[in-house]
């Protein structure tokens, strides 16, 4: 039998929020036991002396491209779960910008095969809203819940159309599906590459205005208060999207929203340095826009932080800025600018944190909330949280090397992550 005992851990529990120094037992694939002291003198045991460690429960990154079917060199499920444990996170919800693009029920079964064999973490996959994500006929989203899907989505790509876009709402709300929305106006976005601003003008990079995103979290705010249906937009980055879901959520519209690590981090004032790892969509925006992302967080209007973990290959981004592929490789570096951008700032506080990488999340897709109590899954995110570390994209399980973090020096580092009591990742503690 699997039993690993972590002694002095310092846990979070979520009765009070608080951490509490405790030992944990794990049998097999759940908690069997939080005690004070737990004494063990069976040799069948791995007693794990965790001292000065954290303890949270299992982390959900619930926004990553994982490239597998159909573009295997970019990542797999393999590799990109391996990448999410190391990063700390337990599961992972997977967007459906495969290929093919992952909008039948067979191919989410071919999915969830995969990832029997291969997933290090519990893997979450998201359908398609539309067929082949091309905004026009509806993708078969009931057939496609019965094989498991959390949620749907066109991610990469905007819904343009807002009667498909309102149908769709309409029709996922009677599987209970939520709806994540690419927030992005193509008509005011097409050709851009960065944020339209002064270092647009200043690199000559074609601009992608903040209205691009705006405009259609207005537009998808209104479907879901007209249809009812639960709405999650994805990697918020303008100042404005903020204050218009903060609206609605007063109004008691269902609408939830993410960030991501580097919109919370980064400012388009790095562009001069034409680095392709700096190209992402939605891009980089103002300073403004991410102070704004930051108070957000802040204040919970914006419920969850997720990498949009977006892989690309060397050779695709190692050309000019024009050609390069819209994507940041996240999974590796988010708790680490969790802590030291939000946490060690003092903008949330690890209870909120953990809201945001795990609670909500696991709320908002409708799977198993991870909690650090008797009988619970064995899913636990150990963080050495005064740890300093350098961001290597050589040392990351990702294929994807493309992070404009490197060399950046991080406080906060996951150290071991387990996985129904599996151990999906550790380094030397
Ligand atoms: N975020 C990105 O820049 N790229 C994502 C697509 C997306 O999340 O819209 C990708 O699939 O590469
Ligand atoms: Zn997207
Ligand atoms: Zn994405």
Redesign the pocket.
């Known amino acids: 039998m699997n039993k690993i005992l972590l002694k002095n851990i310092n846990a979070f529990r979520s009765e009070d929020q608080k951490l509490e120094n405790v030992d944990v037992l794990i049998e097999e694939d759940v908690i069997a036991a939080v005690e004070s002291k737990l004494e063990t003198e069976a040799d069948d045991v791995r007693i794990i002396e965790a001292e000065g460690l954290t303890a949270l429960p299992g982390l959900i990154d619930m926004?990553v491209?994982f490239r597998e079917p159909g573009q295997e060199h970019k990542e797999t499920i393999a590799t990109g779960t391996k990448a999410s444990a190391r990063g700390g996170f337990t599961a992972a919800a997977a967007?459906p910008?495969t290929d093919p693009v992952i909008d039948k029920k067979a191919l989410v079964e071919s999915v969830y095969e995969r990832a029997e064999n291969k997933a290090k973490t519990h893997l979450y996959q998201v359908g398609a809203v539309t067929e082949e994500s091309q905004g026009e006929e509806l993708a078969e989203m009931g057939r496609m819940k019965e094989a498991g899907i959390v949620a749907v989505s066109d991610?990469?790509?905007p819904v343009m159309n807002s009667q498909v876009m309102r149908l769709a709402m309409e029709y996922a709300q009677t599987f209970d599906l939520p709806v994540i929305s690419?927030a992005?106006d193509e008509n005011l976005s097409a050709g851009g590459m960065v944020h339209e601003g002064y270092y647009s003008t200043l690199t000559g990079l074609k601009g992608i205005p903040g209205n691009a995103e705006t405009i259609m979290v207005a537009r998808d705010i209104c479907l879901a208060e007209q249809t009812g249906c639960p709405l999650h937009i994805?990697?918020v980055s303008t100042a404005d999207s903020v204050d218009l879901i903060s609206r609605a959520k007063k109004r008691g519209v269902r609408v939830t929203c993410e960030a991501t690590p580097h919109h919370f981090t980064l400012d388009h004032s790095l562009l001069p340095s034409y680095n392709t790892d700096l190209?992402?969509?939605?891009p980089l925006r103002s300073k403004e826009d991410v102070e704004a992302i930051k108070q957000g967080l802040a204040d919970g209007i914006i419920d969850v932080i997720a990498s949009?973990h977006?892989?690309?290959a060397s050779e695709e981004k190692d050309v000019e800025f024009d050609y390069a592929?819209?994507?940041?490789s996240g999974a590796e570096t988010a708790l680490g600018l969790v802590y030291t951008g939000l946490i060690d700032k003092g903008v949330i506080d690890r209870a909120k944190a953990v809201k945001c990488l795990s609670e909500k999340p696991a709320e908002i897709l409708g799977v198993t909330k991870a909690e650090i109590k008797t009988g619970s899954p064995a899913d636990l995110t150990l963080v050495a949280e005064d740890k300093s570390w350098q961001v290597d994209p050589k040392n990351f399980c990702s294929k994807g090397r493309n992070t404009p973090f490197k060399g950046r020096e991080l406080k906060g580092k996951p150290v071991l992550t387990l996985v129904e009591g599996e151990i999906a990742w550790e380094e030397e503690i």
């Open positions: 926004h491209h967007m910008n991610d990469g790509r690419h992005e994805a990697h190209k992402v969509n939605p949009d977006a892989p690309h592929p819209f994507g940041i």
